[in-house]
């Protein structure tokens, strides 16, 4: 089959990337995924209508990341679209150390060194458009400490990049998809929570296809987003709310 474009998506296993892929392939779009454990994503890439190859890819280690991504670019001349959907959340009200630094190295030192390598790859190539599967937890922090946190960091990278392809005169895109949070449970199969994680994809990809700097994903999310930002901290800050006291 001929193709009209390139596109990575990196962290190509979840359901939200595989649903992605699903859409680009409709769309003749060749597909080069990068994931931890490739093996277990080769009958899905088999299963897709488009040339489909599967990449290893080591978050934790950034030099390698670097190579990992940079030899593929080279032997498959280079992306038209690349897809950071790489994420890693979790809760335990006792903070231990070691998830936050995990989430740390996921989403923070992890995606800053996938989109370093792209935005480099893409400074050489003279244009490109470089999107991230980002969330409205990054607004303002929250629960999930780290990952509230690493989500403010991310879009704030994005924002730097933007700007410096502009200083740079290049037509390179840089494309933050704020992910609202419920949508996780779309992706659980959850009635109750809509919309279907199709709706999720054809709304991603639509946004890409119209070059947003910025997207809520569904759209309702921008109204959260908006609310999430206005509240002021005694209200936001649901720790200060009082208790009731309890009847005897
Ligand atoms: N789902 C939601 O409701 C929601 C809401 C708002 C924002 N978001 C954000 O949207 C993005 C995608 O979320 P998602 O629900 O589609 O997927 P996800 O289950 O959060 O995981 C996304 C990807 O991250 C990869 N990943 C995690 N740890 C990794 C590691 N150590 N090394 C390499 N890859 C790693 C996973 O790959 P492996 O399977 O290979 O580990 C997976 O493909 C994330 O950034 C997430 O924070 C999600």
Known sequence: MTTIATAMII??????????????AAQNVKLLLFVQEPDALTEFANSLSVPTAVFPLTI?????????????????????????????????????????????????????????????????????QLAAINSIAGQRGGPSVAYHASKAFAENYFQGLSMHAQRLKLPITISDIQLGLLDKAAM?????????????????????????????????????????????EYIYNTRHWKTKKKKD
Request: include cysteine; glycine fraction near 4%.
């Open 188 to 232: 659980q199969q959850n009635r109750f929570l809509l919309p279907p994680l199709e709706k999720v994809a054809k709304q991603i990809l639509t946004a890409l296809k119209q070059g947003k700097r910025r997207a809520y994903v569904t759209k309702r999310w921008r109204v959260v987003a908006w609310l999430n930002r206005m509240l002021p």
């Open 60 to 128: 934790t280690d950034p030099t390698k990341l670097n190579e990992q991504i940079s030899q593929v670019w080279q032997s498959e001349n280079g992306a038209h679209l690349v897809i950071v959907n790489t994420g890693l959340n979790s809760y335990d009200a006792s903070l231990p150390w070691q998830l936050e630094e995990d989430i740390i190295e996921v989403n923070v030192r992890g995606f800053a060194a996938i989109c370093n390598c792209v935005f480099k790859l893409m400074t050489e190539q003279r244009y490109g």
């Open 11 to 24: 962290g190509a296993s979840s359901q939200l990337s595989k649903e992605l892929a699903r859409q680009l």
